[in-house]
């Protein structure tokens, strides 16, 4: 009885005895070295401590694989998305290691260590359950000889409860998964093959009642066509959640895809334009660089060739000369200048004053009336002398003043500028332009500075294209790069036909319920077949309070022997410049129904035929009141 209490002690003793390895239990037996004091002693750290697992569940070791396999696809299913089945030996291996780590370390939910789980990932595989123990247990009777061979068995082994754990599935479950998986596939293969089979009869019934078109007819495509559309109409149908949606939605825009195009051209164009646009202004920054860099390189030549001369250059060593008796002076030595200027003042004059003679005694033909309804419409003589407008009216109007009135007239002009009648631009060189992105602001003074200007944004009217083509070539040259400014070709007496002006100076959309600051007009009313409804149609394009309507234009004079000259002569004149000159200019501004700030006749020996006037829009107030009394008795 002693001696087999004993052996079961042993028994046990040897089952949980700590295992070694081969190498630590071979190292055991070796021999030491005499020297063995002189080598240092491996420190060993005390061994962990094992960590309590949720459900007191046991730590695992590799060999657990096949025990633990139903639970480790579950793992892998639920936390990692992957498919054991469908991963290579390497990966299982790594992903088994990893989830051993886990395990034993409790980095696991709570949930995994329940029993429960693991019958349920054991049902889930497939498996009939967990086989019982007792099939595992060795029956009573057996010899001690196995019992001995178990416990070395058992002593070779690590200290872990390896022997704990369900049973793995045997492979007939795996043979029926196989089996169930095979009668699935051919299932669906016949109900495919069944389906193909009713569509081929049905397609061959329909082509017996409804032949097909011959091949390569237009009857043919479109059937065709038809086809693909009822087989795409079937796939959205069948298709979860079809809908049909329109191209307009998938391209991402209103258009459809020839929307996207043109909005890709448009892109497109606007970027070249930019690209151009830049290009033009750099130009015309590095021209007018290279322009005051010049004069100022040849302001300091000069004035270092003064200085030289000055302070360098040696002054010459002057002889004095005998006295030689003095000669007898001059009367006309220093009057010969002013008598010269004087014989041309009066030659001048008296040139002025037969000129008037051989004008007024002339008879250039019938006399023409004044009225604008009586005279004929002679504006399309402006596209015929347009190329030699400039050269024959430029001496003329320089020695007459009109030039320096031109220029006092665009000084005055600012904010948002519209020049009616602009012809071939003889105003532009004279305004004080703001354009923003040209050489900062401004014009350029006589010292080289630029200096702000007051112009803002301009819109150009004339009737004449031709006229209005020089003044945009004209403006190219002086302003380059500057795209803001717009150039119309209309009649300015219609209603309608002159546009706002431009929300901004690099735009040229017009804004039609903003009015202009300024309107200037220069030999306009003279072209005009209705000069008061021209008038007029200014009136309503220009601000009410602050707006200004400026005019220079040409007319009857003081004098009757001047006005009868102007109407025999208005026919031949209106057919050589398009323009009748013998007209009552302040009987028109006052036909028109503005406000008149300002009216003169300026340069006296005119004979009062040019005429420098200055609008405004009346007030509503007194239009209402003067409307208001006409009607009482």
Known sequence: MADSRRGHREGERARYARSRSPRRHSHSHRTRSPHSRHHHKRKRSPAAAIKELPFNSRQIVKRDYDAFKPMFALYLDIQKQKILEDMDDTEVRGRWKSFIGKWNRGDLAEGWYDPSTFQKAVQTAGAPGVERRDENRPKAGTAVVERRNDRESISEESDSDDSIGPALPGQDLELKRDIDAEDGLARRQDIRFARQSDRQEQKAALDELVPRAEAGTRERQLEKKKEINEKMKSFREKSPGAAEVPDAELMGGGDGLEGYKQEKAKFEKKKNERE????????????????????????????????????????????????????RANPFQYRAVPLFFGCLLALGISGYVAFLYVVVTRDDGETVRSTPSTQPDVSAQYDKIANTFDDTVSSTESMMGITYLRQKLASEAKGDVLEVSIGTGRNLEFYEWDFKGYQGVGNVDWKGFVRKGKVRSFTAVDKSGEMLEIAHGKFGKMFPGILGVRWVIADAADEGAIPGPPKSANE??????????????????????????????????????????????????????????????????????????????????????????????????????TWWIELKKPKVQSVMGRSGSSNKP
Request: aromatic share 8%.
């Open 508 to 609: 040229r959309s017009g804004n039609l319920d903003k009015k202009y600051d300024t309107v200037v007009q220069t030999m306009g009313l003279c072209s005009v077949s209705d000069p008061v409804k021209l008038l007029k149609n200014l009136g309503q394009c220009v601000k009410e309070e602050e707006g200004r309507i400026l005019l220079l234009e040409h007319g009857r004079g003081k004098w009757d022997w001047l006005n009868k000259y102007l109407d025999r002569s208005a026919e031949n004149h209106a057919k050589a410049f398009g323009c009748w000159w013998n007209r009552d200019i302040r009987e028109i501004v006052e036909e028109s129904g503005l406000e008149v700030v300002n009216i003169e006749q300026p340069m006296w020996w005119h004979g009062g035929t």
């Open 276 to 327: 151009l646009r830049k290009e033009e202004i750099l130009r015309a920054r590095m021209a007018e660089r290279e322009e005051r860099l010049q004069e100022y390189r040849t302001k300091e030549d000069a004035t270092m060739t003064m200085l030289k001369a000055q302070y360098i250059t040696p002054k010459p060593i002057t002889v004095p000369q005998p006295e030689t008796p003095k000669a």
